[in-house]
T-cell receptor
Framework: DAGVIQSPRHEVTEMGQEVTLRCKPI?????LFWYRQTMMRGLELLIY????????DSGMPEDRFSAKMPNASFSTLKIQPSEPRDSAVYFC??????????FGPGTRLTVT | RKEVEQDPGPFNVPEGATVAFNCTYS??????FFWYRQDCRKEPKLLMS???SGNEDGRFTAQLNRASQYISLLIRDSKLSDSATYLC??????????????FGSGTQLTVLP
């Protein structure tokens, strides 16, 4: 199995631009999670989907952030407009019926 | 109070040493517990689940004390390759979603030659 796939691996963009991060979960996993990690705040859950349905988006920082999961094999996290404080590593993770989560390699976002 | 608390370290130990990490959690309803390991500039990876009776995987031993809401990880005969940040992770049953995990901030370990 290829594991969780994320793209791009690195993204550098200017403030105000739209950023779209992509994730392909492990086949057969029915839950998908988006996290953000910074030195200051550690690993924070942004949003979580179960069977493609958003269950908890209370971690999404503000309206500039949105996430979709149109089917079981694809999800996007969009930031529009991006700001320098959005600079972080964004991880996608997927989970089977049990509680373990398997993380993708992350997208390192830098907003200048 | 944080939901999951860990000593951030850093722990610097010589190769071959035994090192123990501790973690406390605040939600008594939590039911699933894990240790994850994160290497520098990499994603967190599941190291082991933690079971009520305690469990061992090679040089790694995990223990759970539900009464004290305390989890531990013991690493014996530490190797240079054990150098990483170790994250204590708890399933937060009080959240709207039983699948949601809460991650501690991690304990940094450096094994020195």
């Amino acid at each position: 199995d290829a594991g969780v796939i994320q793209s791009p691996r690195h993204e550098v963009t200017e403030m105000g631009q739209e950023v779209t991060l992509r994730c392909k979960p492990i086949s057969g996993h029915n839950s998908l999670f988006w996290y953000r990690q910074t030195m200051m705040r550690g690993l924070e859950l942004l949003i979580y989907f179960n069977n493609n349905v958003p269950i908890d988006d209370s971690g999404m920082p503000e309206d500039r952030f949105s996430a979709k999961m149109p089917n079981a094999s694809f999800s996007t996290l969009k930031i529009q407009p991006s700001e320098p404080r959005d600079s972080a590593v964004y991880f996608c993770a997927s989970s089977p019926v049990s509680y373990e989560q398997y993380f993708g390699p992350g997208t390192r976002l830098t907003v200048t | 109070r944080k939901e999951v608390e860990q000593d951030p370290g850093p722990f610097n130990v010589p190769e071959g040493a035994t090192v123990a990490f501790n973690c406390t959690y605040s939600n008594s309803a939590s039911q699933s517990f894990f240790w994850y390991r994160q290497d520098c500039r990499k994603e967190p990876k599941l190291l082991m689940s933690v079971y009520s009776s305690g469990n061992e995987d090679g040089r790694f031993t995990a223990q759970l004390n539900r009464a004290s809401q305390y989890i531990s990880l013991l690493i014996r005969d530490s190797k240079l390759s054990d150098s990483a940040t170790y994250l204590c992770v708890v399933n937060n049953r009080s959240s709207g979603s039983a699948r949601q995990l809460t991650f501690g901030s991690g304990t940094q370990l450096t094994v020195l030659p």
